[in-house]
Nanobody, 117 residues
Framework: QVQLVESGGGLVQPGGSLRLSCAAS????????MGWYRQAPGKERELVAT????????NYADSVKGRFTISRDNAKNTVYLQMDSLKPEDTAVYYC??????????WGQGTQVTVSS
């Protein structure tokens, strides 16, 4: 089993920045990829960014390219999402996701990000 705990959400003005953290514990050796997803009210959950921790390979949704950066600290078993130039449309609950080589998927509890003046 893998446990994922997000932190760092909050209220920020348009154009501002936030950094989300996702701390992993448990059978983390089984995790092959980590990612951030988000779900806005009335919308489906969507991919924001992914990273393969071992090699640092990243992938981003077009809507966040150039504004968001996913990174990892393998020593701390933590994945980050640096969000800059935030827009009101970035408002959502952000979820951390981990997937294993055997196909198991783990989710965190989510953290609210609200972009508003």
């Amino acid at each position: 089993q893998v446990q994922l705990v997000e932190s760092g959400g909050g209220l920020v003005q348009p154009g501002g920045s936030l950094r989300l953290s996702c701390a992993a514990s448990g059978s983390i050796f089984s995790i092959s990829a980590m990612g951030w997803y988000r779900q806005a009210p009335g919308k489906e959950r969507e991919l924001v960014a992914t990273i393969i921790p071992v090699i640092g390979k990243t992938n981003y949704a077009d809507s966040v390219k150039g504004r968001f950066t996913i990174s990892r600290d393998n020593a701390k078993n933590t994945v980050y999402l640096q969000m800059d130039s935030l827009k009101p449309e970035d408002t959502a609950v952000y979820y951390c996701r981990g997937s294993s080589t055997s196909g198991l998927v783990y989710w965190g509890q989510g953290t609210q990000v609200t972009v508003s003046s």
